[in-house]
């Protein structure tokens, strides 16, 4: 699986305003791609879990995190668990 497509629960409405006026967007889905290494650095960033899961989204999504702040919190949670399917169990740890 190197991707996962999600479909949102709650859309996103972007407004865009420009010289020819407003347009919106509405995003009903994401869709996630496998982290690399590169992606799993952010988890090692100094900010709290929830800013740590938004900023992964938005790598693996391709869209900013001003999109990804958007996101309402049911979907937020579920697009976790979508990231957690990527990467397998840890090892246990601890006496057997």
Sequence with gaps: ?????????HKI????????????EEI????LRRPKAKDLRIMDKPMGEVA?????????SG?????????DGEDLEALGKV???????GQPTGQS
């Design 1 to 9: 699986m190197s991707e996962v497509t999600h479909p949102l629960k």
């Design 13 to 24: 409405v972007l407004t865009k305003r420009s010289s020819q006026g407003e347009t919106t």
């Design 28 to 31: 009903t889905e994401l869709t």
């Design 52 to 60: 740590k899961t938004i900023e992964l989204i938005a790598a693996l």
């Design 63 to 71: 869209h900013p995190t001003k999109v990804i702040d958007e996101v």
């Design 83 to 89: 990231i957690e399917g990527f990467t397998p169990p």
